[in-house]
Each structure stands twice: as structure tokens, then as C-alpha cells.
């Protein structure tokens, strides 16, 4: 079965700092990946998705991630953080064959001023 | 467009209690799936219906959990009798196609705290 570590819990970054979060996976084949972000009374959004071809993905608000197959990861990453990036996030993976997806813990970032 | 709408947003209860979750997924979304995050754990799959037909129920923990889908527009998740294990978020996804992988669009969640 697939599975998907989120490594930090918490991470506070000052505002306009660059942000990388991390995003491991375990499963025998490339996955599709995802990286959600929920703000405070919100649903999850969609950030990004990786299904296949560049492994450099942009997203939506500035963000990017990037699949590296030999690290089993795909880091979220974004050059400046805005106070308003303040929210958790949440790395997930899909399986060909199967609709549901399998979330990390999530991350919660704090942006100080 | 409206997005998938949850209610309530918040339901605290007693222990051996029922509770009934609702979910509107997005207009014509015929992939409804319900997810739930314990407190601390990750958000895990709970169940997936094809319009009105349960596709995948893999994840419902047990039989106090029963899930339904008339007429494959909103859905109904309750909890009989709640336990104390059952507190957390429950989120419903809608997506529009089942073949290959499609987003899958959020609503804000349910937060159920069992007392």
C-alpha cells in the first residue's frame, strides 16, 4: 500500500522568506501527486498535481513542486511567503486503478512578520 | 459555481448518539467521496460512490458508519451510535469523471466531537 510522510508537523518562515515543504512517498510506481492547502474554515484546495512529463510543476499562488523519482519526493516550494500562506498543507498521492487518495499529516505554516 | 457544501459545520454530541453528515457535491460531479481526519492523523479515505452505487467502502471503519446516495446527488454519512474514537473532521470530495485521475474538489469539512 502506498503511504506519504509530511517530515515537519510545524514551520515557521518569516514573510517574505522562501518556503520549501517536504513531501515523501512510498509506492512501487510513479504515482499521480498532489499538494493541498486548507486555511482556516476552508475545504482543501488544489494547489498542484504531478501526472506525468516535467517534473518541475507550477501551481497556483506562486507555487512549485518537484518530482524527484530517485528521492521518492515532491517538495512544495514558493520563492517569498505571504502572510496570507498561512495555513496547513497537505501532500497526497493517487494510484492508477483507484480514485482515492492517500494523504500525508500535513504541514502547518506559520508566517511571522 | 458552488462548490461541495458540508452541514453542519460543527456537531458535538454524546456518546451513543446518532449523527447524520450531509454533502453537496458540486452539480453533475457523479464521483462523491468521504474522507476523515482524526485529530494528529492523516485525512484517510473513507468511502467512494459512483453516482448512487458505492464504488469503494474499503475505508468505513466498522458498521455504526453507514453511508448513503439516493437519487446520486447529495449524500448522507451517519454515525450509529457514535463512539468516542469517531471525533474529527469529515470532508467530502466531489470529481467530475471516474476514468484516469481527476481532481477532486473539497468541502470545508465537518468537525464531529463526540462527548
Known amino acids: 500500500a502506498q503511504s506519504v510522510t509530511q517530515p515537519d508537523i510545524h514551520i515557521t518562515v518569516s514573510e517574505g522568506a522562501s518556503l520549501e515543504l517536504r513531501c515523501n512517498y512510498s509506492?512501487?510506481?510513479?504515482?499521480?501527486l498532489f499538494w493541498y492547502v486548507q486555511s482556516p474554515g476552508q475545504g482543501l484546495q488544489l494547489l498542484l498535481k504531478?501526472?506525468?512529463?516535467?517534473?518541475l510543476v507550477q501551481g497556483i499562488k506562486g507555487f512549485e513542486a518537484e518530482f524527484k523519482r530517485s528521492q521518492s519526493s515532491f517538495n512544495l516550494r514558493k520563492p517569498s511567503v505571504h502572510w496570507s500562506d498561512a495555513a496547513e498543507y497537505f501532500c497526497?498521492?493517487?494510484?492508477?486503478?483507484?480514485?482515492?487518495?492517500?494523504f500525508g499529516k500535513g504541514t502547518m505554516l506559520l508566517v511571522s512578520p | 459555481e458552488a462548490g461541495v457544501t458540508q452541514f453542519p459545520s460543527h456537531s458535538v454530541i454524546e456518546k451513543g448518539q446518532t449523527v447524520t453528515l450531509r454533502c453537496d457535491p458540486i452539480?453533475?460531479?457523479?464521483?462523491l467521496y468521504w474522507y476523515r481526519r482524526v485529530m494528529g492523523k492523516e485525512i484517510k479515505f473513507l468511502l467512494h460512490?459512483?453516482?448512487?452505487?458505492?464504488?469503494?467502502e474499503s475505508g468505513m471503519p466498522n458498521n455504526r458508519f453507514l453511508a448513503e446516495r439516493t437519487g446520486g446527488t447529495y449524500s448522507t454519512l451517519k454515525v450509529q451510535p457514535a463512539e468516542l474514537e469517531d471525533s474529527g473532521v469529515y470532508f467530502c470530495?466531489?470529481?467530475?469523471?471516474?476514468?484516469?485521475?481527476?481532481?477532486?474538489?473539497f468541502g470545508p469539512g465537518t468537525r464531529l466531537t463526540v462527548l
Open positions: 497526497a498521492v493517487g494510484v492508477i486503478g483507484y480514485s482515492t487518495l492517500t
Open positions: 509506492y512501487g510506481a510513479t504515482p499521480y
Open positions: 452539480s453533475g460531479h457523479d464521483n
Open positions: 460512490f459512483v453516482k448512487e452505487s458505492k464504488q469503494d
Open positions: 470530495a466531489s470529481s467530475l469523471r471516474t476514468g484516469g485521475f481527476t481532481e477532486q474538489f
Open positions: 504531478y501526472f506525468s512529463g516535467d517534473t
